[in-house]
């Protein structure tokens, strides 16, 4: 069994107990790594660069369900939007007008998860409580077409404290089922809490985790 094998059966058995699912986060390697996954009947890869996206979509199996989990700009929405599984890192309403309007065009239904500001770092991107609920708001008056919100992503602080990082994934757990009370029509697809990455899968597994974002453990380290 090769390394990548039996770091991979390890860690796909955790989360299975978990009842969550893995997303093997494949960007910046070589799509020779994603087909040793593949033969071992993975299906689910996370990429955060368009172009690099596309690319691996138009050479790798069809059958590849693909996850885009970073920062998604408007004018690139186009691209993916014909074979995207899973947009993880929603966070204005401008974006999600974009994918819906990307979706129709396509003639595809696709699936979202509104980001969540968790951690303690400052950062541009992740919803708060209040601009949550204006978006909800919004979509109520005009409700998506082509798009399905299906639960919430959040990345917590990176640090060593535990208990810090547990407190931040909790509150991604209280902001999905603050939703999911408010969300008319979605309840049944709203399921998904996207946490969890090398460094604290089993915090986030513990607090709830649905889907979590796995590269350097899987992959090696990074090096672009
Ligand atoms: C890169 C990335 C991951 C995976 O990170 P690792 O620490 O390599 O597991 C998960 N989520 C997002 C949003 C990422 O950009």
Redesign the pocket.
Known sequence: MSETEKVYQELNTTISAAEAQL?A?S?THPQERIMELYELGHRDF?E?RVAELVEKHEALPKDIRWHF??HLQRNKVKAIAPFVHLI??VDSERLLREIDKQAKAADRKISVLLQFHIAEEASKYGLDREKAGALITSLKEKPLTHTTISGV?G?ATFTDDEAQVTAEFESLAEHFKWIQGTIPGQSPEFREI?M??????PLALAAGSTLV???????GQ?YT
Do not use: E, P, Q
């Open positions: 997303i986060v960007k996370g955060n989990i970073g993880h890192a992503m990345m996207s969890g990455m090398s460094g604290d899968y974002r796995v590269g350097s453990l899987l992959f990074r």
